[in-house]
């Protein structure tokens, strides 16, 4: 390596920091690194210490910042002006970092949604278990809501509204909720649960689905069906607990999903699993006798 009145070539220049020529010749032709001196037949010198921009032209475009972004930030007149960068890019990571999390956990959701599609076949009840109770943030809507009424659909808009309120995406699964009572009466959505607890976002109202026992069944929303889809679930539901000896308690979670490919039957193109929380009928209570 030769010093040129303190100064180094080019080449030496790019050895000493780990780079290429071409790299040097380009940052200098987009104005992002110039050479200290410019000598006969336009022969480029470096000073030493400038290797340390080189290394910190590297280091912002390896955490992935443009090369403008890199001029502008080699351009700052103080470190305040730098300081406020850097935050700025780290609350932009920040929230990228939340969107790839709510993403993960979608795709999760989805990929055991697979599963059950999977492994249990449409209009057939089974029996799986939970380990923990699951939280749900609930919107409220000031009225019951018939399936496939216009007032469903404007909860749906509503729904995609909040979402875009709360920064959160609009995302399968959602849920809907509804109670024991209803489930034996007129089929009504009482509630829209929006999102679970891992989503972080906070509503006034929650409802908490206990672990143990489900009942889950998958029901394609057929138009070409006869009896109602939703009727015709809970009916088949219910005949499974009669005869397994079980009980249904605490209203039942309805869950819209989009159907995978393969799995598509019918003129929509989405199925609904149920889960319904069961516990083992209490015999001597139902003949009414004490304890």
């Not at 280091?59 to 502008?72: H, I, Y």
């Not at 700025?88 to 993403?103: G, H, S, T």
């Not at 007129?186 to 906070?202: P, Y």
């Not at 039942?252 to 609904?272: I, N």
């Amino acid at each position: 390596m030769k010093l040129h009145h303190g100064l180094l070539s080019i080449s030496d220049f790019a050895a000493y920091c780990g780079t290429t020529r071409q790299t040097l010749q380009y940052y200098d032709r987009i104005g992002l690194l110039k050479p200290i001196q410019l000598g006969e037949q336009g022969y480029r010198y470096y000073h030493p210490l400038q290797s340390h921009e080189v290394r910190m032209i590297r280091s912002f475009q390896g955490s992935g910042s443009s090369l403008d972004e890199v001029k502008e930030i080699l351009n700052f007149s103080s470190l305040d002006d730098l300081e406020d960068w850097v935050s700025l890019k780290q609350e932009a990571f920040a929230q990228e970092l939340k969107r790839i999390k709510r993403e993960m956990e979608f795709l999760s959701r989805y990929r055991a949604f697979l599963g059950i599609a999977r492994d249990n076949p449409l209009d057939v009840p089974s029996l799986f278990s939970i380990s923990q109770p699951l939280r749900f943030h609930v919107i409220p809507f000031d009225e019951p809501v018939e399936l496939y009424s216009d007032y469903y659909f404007d909860m749906l808009v509503r729904y995609s509204e909040y979402c875009k309120d709360h920064n959160t995406i609009q995302e399968y699964p959602y849920y809907f909720f509804v109670s024991e009572s209803e489930m034996r009466g007129k089929l009504r959505f009482s509630k829209m649960l929006c999102m679970t607890e891992d989503m972080q976002v906070q509503t006034q109202d929650s409802l908490l689905a206990p672990a143990g026992q489900i009942l889950m069944m998958r029901c394609h929303p057929d138009r070409n069906r006869k009896e109602d889809s939703r009727k015709y679930a809970y009916e088949t539901m219910f005949r499974f607990l009669e005869e397994h000896g079980l009980r249904s308690f605490g209203g039942c979670l309805e869950q819209p999903m989009p159907v995978p490919p393969g799995l598509r039957k019918g003129d929509y193109h989405f199925t609904v699993v149920f889960y319904m929380p069961v516990k083992p009928a209490d015999r001597h209570a139902e003949r009414g006798e004490g304890a």
